[in-house]
């Protein structure tokens, strides 16, 4: 029996049920990834999935009719997506430096 | 399909289908003039596995008098994980509707610790190559 393997990536926005809060009407709205893999041979099968569900936004239907998108993000996240960009910024700096030195060395020699 | 990667392929089907917002927004609290909806993040991930060996070599010498047997065996196994964190929270007062997030000071205080760490052995790393006579 020849291998099979099935990767699949799915990724799309999901709009919940409203959610009736007083006199507004809230649409949630989240991010779903899901990531899947099944490998299968004559001897041996494995599966696998990894899903990650995120809030991205809530549409709010005033009682006036006005519609308002107020986006969800994660400040905790940026915070610490900004202090590894500041990290990759570093090493990349110092391992150009180090380079540019033994660089001029040689040229020296 | 083998009998394990089809539950598993049913079983992710399954999973897909069921995904909802709910997971994520909580049921409304209200208290007073208040009302507020928890935001959450959820991960979660697991596999599954099996196999089958098998060889013509017995595996032990048969008594006396009976025929050698074949090895073969047998196995299987899985895991999951997951995580659900708090993100922050939907403030509905005063005719306003509002997100008001949740900052974890504990992860960030982790990150910064890591990162202040690799950002030090990285200058020290530069200032000991420049330092170095010819």
Redesign the interface.
């Known amino acids: 029996m020849p291998e099979e393997h099935l990767d699949k990536r799915?990724e799309k926005e999901?709009?919940?049920?409203p959610?009736q809060?007083?006199e507004?009407t809230?649409r949630?709205?989240?991010h779903?990834y899901?990531s899947?893999g099944?490998?299968?041979g004559e001897?041996?099968?494995?599966?696998?999935?990894?899903?990650?569900?995120?809030?991205a936004a809530?549409i709010?239907e005033r009682p006036d009719g006005d519609v308002?998108r107020?986006?969800?993000?994660?400040?905790?996240e940026r915070?610490?997506t900004n202090?590894?960009r500041?990290?990759v910024t570093?090493?990349a700096v110092?391992?150009a430096?180090?380079l540019a030195?033994?660089l001029a060395?040689l040229v020296?020699a | 399909m083998t009998q394990t990667t089809e539950r598993s392929h049913e079983l992710i089907e399954k999973m897909i289908d069921s995904l909802k917002t709910d997971a994520v927004f909580g049921a409304p609290i209200r208290q007073g003039d208040v009302t507020l909806i928890p935001v959450s993040r959820v991960w979660y991930g697991f596999g599954e596995g099996s196999g089958y060996g098998r060889t013509d070599t017995p595996a032990d010498t048969p008594p006396e008098g009976e025929q050698p047997q074949a090895a073969e065996g047998a196995g299987e196994g899985g895991g999951g994980g997951g995580s659900v964190r708090p993100m922050g929270y939907l403030r509905i007062a005063n005719g306003k509707v509002s997100y008001e997030p949740i900052l974890d000071n504990g992860r960030l205080a982790l990150a910064a610790f890591a990162m202040a760490s690799w950002n030090v052995f990285w200058i020290a790393a530069t200032l000991r190559a420049f330092a170095r006579r010819r």
């Not at chain 1, 107020?70 to 905790?76: F, R």
């Open positions: 799915i999901l709009t919940g049920e959610i809060a007083g507004y809230l949630p709205v989240a779903v899901v899947r099944e490998r299968e001897m041996y099968g494995m599966a696998g999935a990894f899903v990650r569900l995120a809030p809530v709010v308002q107020i986006t969800i993000d994660d400040p905790t915070a610490i202090l590894a500041v990290g570093v090493a110092s391992v430096a180090m030195r033994r060395r020296r």
